[in-house]
């Protein structure tokens, strides 16, 4: 897809083109009708200028992914608007209103499942339409809330909005639309604010090198590492199972950030997706700090439904294993993604279990990073089975593990973890001819990406906390430059195969 983040054309072509006809809107509107009427008229005309120009905008976005992906979300829409005016004519909570819930929730869930698992059956893999598992989720949540009495209306333009939006299309956060229209019902009011604009330039700038210079060096060497999966020795099996929890993270938060900030931009704020998961000392808290729409998702609209935790222990024990287990289906259709979420909803249930009726402690010894830990190596340990191309590539991994530690490594693997810019610097200095000075830069990259991860701040932190002014504004042109000089062939991002 051309068009997505980290592409120069967005950068330099949609983006701008984008944000400076959405600010421009109320000028043009101030020369057409030369402020003759009323505030709250032109507030209006502005509301609906530019709820046409971000669909416009957002239709032109997506309609890069081709004729096949474009077609899927048009019926996808058609059916779910559908069944949402059913909903409306028979009213929340009706009998009427529950059929056709109840049909559009098959037909999201029936289309997610059919093009993520019809190709087990049919011998050949089928193609997954891009963003399907985000949008027919936000679908589902659509409809319910509706059934509740949450939505009572919705024009068709304020619709295609809601699902359209180009910053969180593709890969979320999955977001409410009660939630989000109070954030585009200010858009005929709102004015560009300098201050929100240069710290969300800052956090788009932190997202894309997150994505760029991290998460896709980081990536080559795990991509080397899981395609040698059965000749990888200790130390490889270990960095290799090490490193794309890194990957995945700094590329899924990436995306995040960037989404967040093209957002921010046209002021309308979308809700923090990724809030230092590493951080978290137990699975619940784990799950509220990471993909926290998707949680909140499987909460509302699975697990309170099925009863939540209300009904005794082995209820909320079953219930708290079905989310985890559709989550696991939702990722993907191989036997690993189900044994991570099996593994997940294990930990989970143990959690609630050893916690029941236990006050959480206060006080600590230990520093934050270090009582994480243990989660952090759980969740590594279970992301093999998430990323192995097989199963039996994955036990061939942990059992690598788990064998005798040998330090010593062979250099493809270490090679892959070069950035160029620090490789240069090296090669500069007498370390490039030592023995191990091809092992520098991996080193040095994992130290950093886990003192990020670690540290117990983010890039959305430190663009909402840093104090404006010139110091900021060199420290985001420097990170942009070289976030955007380093974009050769467009990547793409991880959770696009999901």
């Given at each position: 897809m051309s ?10 072509g949609l ?17 057409l ?30 309609h ?15 059916v ?8 409306r ?9 529950r ?24 011998g ?16 589902i ?8 009495g ?16 180009f ?17 585009f019902d200010?858009?005929g009011?709102?004015r560009p ?6 710290r ?11 994505k ?15 395609g ?23 590329d ?18 979308l ?9 978290a000392?137990n ?44 989550s ?10 189900l ?10 249930i143990?959690?609630?279990?050893l916690r ?31 990323r ?12 690598s ?24 610097l ?8 030592m ?11 994992l ?19 840093i ?5 900021a ?24 195969n999901?």
């Open positions: 068009l997505q983040f980290n592409s120069h054309p967005f950068i330099f983006f701008p083109l984008c944000a400076a006809v959405f600010w421009l809107i109320p000028s043009l509107d101030l020369l009708h030369k402020g003759k009427e009323e505030q709250g008229l032109a507030s209006q005309r502005i509301f609906r200028a530019r709820r046409l120009w971000l669909i416009l905008i957002s239709a032109w976005f997506y890069a992914a081709g004729l096949f992906n474009v077609s899927a979300l048009i019926i996808s829409m058609i779910n608007y559908a069944c949402f005016t059913g909903i004519k028979y009213g929340p909570g009706t009998p009427g209103a059929r056709f819930l109840a049909a559009g929730s098959v037909f999201n869930a029936g289309a997610l499942l059919y093009f993520k698992y019809a190709g087990l059956f049919l050949h893999t089928l193609a997954l339409p891009l963003a399907i598992s985000f949008y027919s989720f936000q679908e949540s659509f409809l319910a809330d509706a059934y509740r949450g939505i009572t209306s919705c024009s068709i333009p304020d619709y295609l909005l809601y699902i359209l939006y910053p969180r299309l593709l890969q979320g956060p999955i977001v409410r639309y009660g939630e989000i229209r109070e954030e200010r858009m009011e709102s604010d300098a201050e929100r604009i240069m969300a330039l800052l956090l788009f700038s932190m997202g894309l090198c997150k760029i210079l991290i998460a896709d060096t980081i990536g080559r060497a795990v991509d080397y590492g899981y040698n999966a059965f000749s990888l020795i200790w130390m490889e099996s270990l960095i290799t199972a090490l490193s794309y929890p890194l990957q995945l993270y700094f899924f938060s990436g995306y995040c950030d960037m989404g967040m900030a093209v957002s921010d931009i046209l002021g309308i704020r809700p923090l997706n990724f809030d230092r998961p590493y951080l000392t699975p619940a808290d784990f799950w509220r700090r990471w993909h926290s729409s998707l949680s909140r998702f499987l909460t509302k609209y699975v697990y309170i439904p099925l009863g939540g935790s209300r009904e005794g222990v082995f209820k909320t024990c079953r219930n708290a294993m079905t989310i985890f287990l559709i696991g289906i939702w990722h993907g259709s191989t036997a690993g993604f044994i991570w979420g099996a593994m997940h909803g294990i930990l989970y143990l959690y609630v279990l029941k009726g236990r006050p959480e402690k206060q006080a600590h010894l230990l520093p934050l990073w270090i009582r994480s830990l243990p989660m952090y190596l759980y969740w590594a340990l279970s992301m093999i089975f998430f192995a191309p097989s199963l039996s590539a994955a036990l061939r991994v942990i059992r593990i788990f064998d005798k530690p040998w330090f010593r490594m062979n250099p493809p693997l270490a090679e892959k973890f070069m950035l160029n810019e620090f490789w240069y090296l090669k500069m200095t007498p370390l490039a001819d023995r191990y000075g091809r092992y520098i830069p991996m080193w040095g990259m130290v950093f990406a886990y003192a990020l991860v670690f540290s117990g701040t983010s890039a959305e932190r430190i663009s909402r906390r104090k404006p002014g010139t110091a504004g060199l420290f985001a042109a420097v990170l942009f430059v070289w976030g955007v000089l380093s974009v050769g062939v467009v990547s793409t991002f991880v959770y696009f999901f």
